[in-house]
């Protein structure tokens, strides 16, 4: 669910961890499915929508941020208070954290990470508005992060705007065709609210094919849609590989 950092060199390998974990969306805490985490779900239609599958993804690649290297300085100036900010988040003081990505966000406008992740607070507050309206900020600062794109993609969707959050998944998607959780989410929007099937089975094996394991639920998902639209073409994605392993909040 993000928010991404690139190693520079500069930060240390505890922090570029818990940066990369939580800036991609894998420690979000919530139900919404930003990056696909769920608290139940009686049907495989409440389980695509609350990202049940994406929740247990193994795909191993995080997305990079390409940037201007202009903000390098002010990146470096904010890391401190910007890891003390994600702790906060990792222990579950949303409103701490909330407060503290504000502040930097205000105090470092180059700076795209604090606003995303004041956008994927709102959104396991399921304040959908405020969310679209972080991203939509942090996108102001950066149109190249992909996880501010994909988190826009998911508030849009909660608010009814389907086409517009099928342009988000998909710009994420061009931005790094290897983010396992764009793809699914642009699926189960595909087969969920636009009702093309075809595009459904394409993300579906598009995350598939990015996971490690095969994941069951999605298999079964696939093999549902192959029977639904015989004609789908397959799109087969590059092989995972170790991605970046830490990251940057530009």
Request: proline fraction near 5%.
């Amino acid at each position: 669910m993000w928010i991404s950092f690139t190693d520079r060199g500069r930060l240390g390998a505890a922090t570029a961890l818990l940066a990369a974990l939580v800036l991609s969306g894998c420690a979000n805490k919530g139900g919404i499915g930003l990056e696909g985490s769920a608290e139940g779900g009686t049907s495989k239609y409440e389980q695509q929508k609350d990202g049940g599958a994406a929740a247990d993804s193994d795909a191993i690649h995080i997305p990079p941020v390409p940037h201007d290297p202009k903000v390098e300085k002010y990146a470096e100036q904010a890391m401190a208070e910007y890891a003390r900010a994600l702790q906060a988040r990792m222990a579950g003081k949303d409103k701490e954290a909330l407060v503290m990505f504000r502040s930097l966000g205000e105090r470092f406008p180059q700076l795209s990470g604090p606003l995303l992740n004041v956008g994927l607070i709102y959104m396991e507050q399921e304040d959908y508005a405020k969310a679209q309206q972080a991203f939509e900020q942090s996108l102001a600062v950066n149109d190249a992060n992909p996880y501010a794109h994909n988190g826009l993609g998911l508030a849009l969707r909660e608010q009814g705007q389907f086409d517009d959050a099928r342009i988000h998944y998909e710009r994420a998607l061009v931005l790094d065709p290897k983010y396992a959780r764009a793809h699914f989410n642009l699926a189960v929007l595909a087969e969920l609210y636009l009702q093309d099937l075809n595009l459904a089975l394409e993300h579906f094996q598009a995350y598939q094919n990015l996971q490690k394991l095969p994941d069951e639920n999605v298999a079964n998902w696939i093999v549902d849609l192959q029977r639904r639209a015989p004609d789908a073409p397959s799109q087969p994605v590059a092989n995972q590989d170790a991605g970046n392993k830490n990251g940057e909040l530009n």
